[in-house]
């Protein structure tokens, strides 16, 4: 069983509570979409974790809030390149230099793990809508792709018809992944869910059935958001953690 | 190339494929055998070949929702292989009992015949709901029932589950066919509207099919293409008493509820359905009952230009799972104090008014015991039964429930427990409410009726005690 975990963000409650649900829910491997830093006040302890993990077989790619650490903040909003500037002072040498030996994508038979829009992982485009997902189905040749970015969990199908669908998953709630179809599978995010519910989110995939389950971790926002006001980073980044938006 | 279809005496993944069953359109269904399972199997293959994407959708459907239901009303989920491999299949529990097609060539059946049947596909359906799961396609082809011990008809099961729609899995069928998909005689307004996320729809088609057993006749006709299914929009059929006048008008209100276009006029879910049609005085009479022909064209004509100028069935909303419950309250007067049955009033009545839809049993359990003596069973019996029934009724008054919304209910039996458990279990009781017995001496002698069914009950169980004072 594979644990996806996308868009920590820094929240170091909300990793580590994703983290320890999946552990107990029996993840062997864990695949981290990228994203570790940015907007949350728990940036070196969110990468020391990560790294550990790493160290014992774990994979990670690389997201732009990450890149931004060391190639600029041109095209972030304020808040967002406001928290990078905050972040490049909280990293040491060797996580900084870590971020940038990360991969863009990394591909595992016919799946692919990558942080945004597949047909070009380097532009960071969102996938929203079928519209979307149909040009990351497009530009990539992978039976299944798994992606993070939107911070919204959706699974969006490429029928043999080459019809492209969306569905909204509920949480703990198994979807198979028929393989008569092709798969875009949208995380939600750990460290900053913008779907309404303020509960983190990661997802698991059983690689035997071929199921895909999101779930949802309720974690300490209150102490989350207090770091993030008391680092001094834009109020906005702590209140929406309550809302989940 | 195209896949060569199974026969018959091939062996496919360790299961040996028997006699032929079906051949659809769709897929290959032949009874089977596999040396790890000790009943009797029914393996369905999909037929690869051609171009029409409908049968694969199906079939992957059916492939995804099968393993994730449980319970008698369902074949049992035993295996499945799918479009990887080079011959895909899913394998099942061959329900060995009648088909309801079967029943066809007697119609109509007597009224006891059609509501035994009726109550049983939906407390089927009931179970389905519960699961997420709405079937679309019920007919008397789909409906086969469990055989008992001594070979009476058991369980309703409900089989083919192709077209159906999970509420927490992608709609494969909705994602890829913009036409409403289902068996036109049968098909619910909604499917026809391509609606599909409705359980209310199976309601409607098990009023088509409560209508054929009772009338002999299908309400809609069968119609041969889409057109003509939406006729069923604006256009009510022959009421089934003017077809059959000795369907009884309680039974007539049963079937023209279920036909109602309108989602949010039916019952609110297949459990308040099986329960009218086992306690047919618990249904309540409106204008449907003493319908004695069609709506006049004006009438139909006026809806149907209604119809055109409003977006359809879509603007319904479904309604919520636990919305409309079944509610059985257990009461004990002989034993229960004052203050216990004003409790479990008080108790109810807050559950009531968070649910409007809900119906209430009120039950009593005589117990075997309880009738001894010379005096003849039967007359003794039925004055105790009687005093018991009026006393639940006096309970009940301050609740103010209007007709059709609580019935009183005798059970006996020589366990309370055994009872009230096998009342919950025979008509879908979503929540029990019943009084834990007060006195320590008796309950060390007698046990506690309410742990009992608390621990055993398929629902939620509520167990009120009124709280001592002074002591």
């Known amino acids: 069983m594979i644990a996806i975990l996308s868009d920590i963000h820094a929240n170091r409650e909300a990793l580590s509570a994703c983290l320890d649900h999946a552990d107990r829910a029996g993840a062997t491997r864990f695949v981290f979409l990228g994203d570790y830093v940015g907007y949350g006040a728990d940036p070196a302890w969110c990468l020391r974790t990560v790294m550990d993990r790493i160290a014992h077989g774990a994979v990670a790619i690389l997201g732009n809030h990450d890149q931004a650490i060391f190639a600029g903040t041109q095209g972030m909003t304020g808040r967002a390149a406001a928290a990078i500037a905050w972040t490049r002072d909280q990293l040491s040498p060797d996580a900084a230099a870590f971020l940038k030996t990360l991969p863009m994508e990394h591909a595992e038979g016919d799946t692919l793990y990558v942080h945004a829009d597949a047909s070009a992982p380097g532009d960071w485009r969102y996938v929203t809508n079928a519209e979307e997902a149909r040009r990351s189905f497009e530009g990539n040749p992978a039976r299944v792709t798994i992606c993070g970015h939107v911070h919204v969990p959706r699974l969006f199908g490429l029928t043999a018809a080459d019809k492209c669908t969306a569905f909204a998953p509920t949480h703990d709630s198994p979807i198979p992944l028929s393989r008569a179809r092709r798969w875009l599978a949208v995380m939600g995010a750990v460290g900053q869910p913008r779907d309404g519910d303020p509960a983190a989110c990661y997802a698991l995939l059983d690689e035997e059935t071929a199921e895909m389950r999101w779930m949802r ?4 926002v209150e102490t989350a958001a207090t770091k993030i006001r008391r680092a001094g980073l834009p109020e906005s980044l702590a209140t929406r953690l309550f809302s989940g938006t | 190339m195209a896949p060569r279809r199974p026969r018959q005496g091939e062996t496919i993944d360790g299961f040996t494929l028997g006699t032929p069953m079906r051949e659809s359109g ?73 088909n309801l097609e079967s029943c066809l060539r007697h119609l109509p059946l007597a009224t006891e015949e059609v509501t035994a049947v009726g109550a049983k ?71 026809a509207m391509g609606r599909r996320d409705d359980p209310r729809s199976d309601l409607f088609s098990l009023g088509v099919v409560l209508y054929q057993l009772a009338t002999g006749q299908l309400p809609f006709g069968e119609p041969l293409h889409l057109a003509a299914v939406r006729r069923r929009l604006w256009r009510d059929p022959h009421p089934p008493r003017r077809l059959r006048p000795e369907v009884p008008p309680w039974l007539q209100e049963i079937i023209l509820r279920c036909l109602e276009v309108e989602p949010s006029r039916r019952h609110p879910n297949a459990a308040q359905l099986a329960f009218e049609l086992r306690n047919p005085e618990a249904v309540r009479l409106t204008p449907r009952a003493a319908k004695a022909r069609r709506d006049g064209w004006l009438t139909v004509l006026e809806r149907r230009v ?36 004003e409790a479990i009033l008080a108790s109810l009545r ?76 025979a008509n879908g009781v979503d929540h029990v409410v019943m009084g834990a017995r007060a006195n320590s001496m008796l309950r060390t002698v007698l046990g506690s009726v309410s742990g009992e069914v608390a621990g055993r009950a398929p629902c939620s169980v509520t167990v009120v005690r009124a709280r001592e004072t002074g002591a």
């Open chain 2, 350 to 425: 807050n559950v009531l008014l968070s649910l409007p839809g809900a119906r209430v049993a009120c039950l009593n359990v005589l117990l075997d015991g309880f009738i001894t003596g010379d005096t003849p069973h039967d007359d003794q019996g039925r004055s105790a039964r009687v005093q018991r029934l009026a006393e639940l009724r006096h309970w009940a008054a301050p609740l103010g429930l209007e007709e059709g919304r609580i019935t009183f209910h005798v059970l006996e039996g020589s366990s309370a427990a055994d009872a009230l458990l096998e009342y919950a279990e």
């Open chain 2, 26 to 98: 769709m897929a290959s269904v032949f009874e089977a055998t596999h040396p790890d399972h000790q009943i009797p199997l029914v393996i369905k293959f999909p037929h690869l070949e051609g171009t029409d994407a409908a049968h694969i959708v199906s079939f992957e459907m059916e492939q995804m929702i099968l393993p994730r239901l449980t319970g008698p009303h369902v074949p049992r989920f035993v295996g499945a292989a799918g479009f990887e491999a080079p011959q895909p299949y899913l394998a099942m529990e061959r329900i060995t009992g009648p």
């Open chain 2, 306 to 341: 209604n119809l055109d100028r409003t977006p359809g069935p879509r603007r319904l909303a479904a309604p919520t799972a636990h919305s409309a419950p079944i509610i059985a309250v257990a009461l004990d007067m002989r034993e229960g104090s004052p203050a216990l049955s």
């Open chain 1, 217 to 220: 971790v309720p974690y300490d």
């Open chain 2, 121 to 191: 596909v939906a407390l089927a359906l009931a179970a389905l709901h519960r699961q997420r799961v709405s079937h679309l396609d019920v007919k008397p082809a789909n409906i086969l029932f469990r055989e008992t011990p001594d070979g009476l008809r058991g369980d309703a099961v409900l089989i083919d589950y192709g077209l159906a729609h999970h509420g927490r899995l992608p709609d494969l069928i909705a994602e890829e066919f913009r036409l409403p998909y289902g068996s036109a005689p049968y098909m619910s307004p909604g499917q």
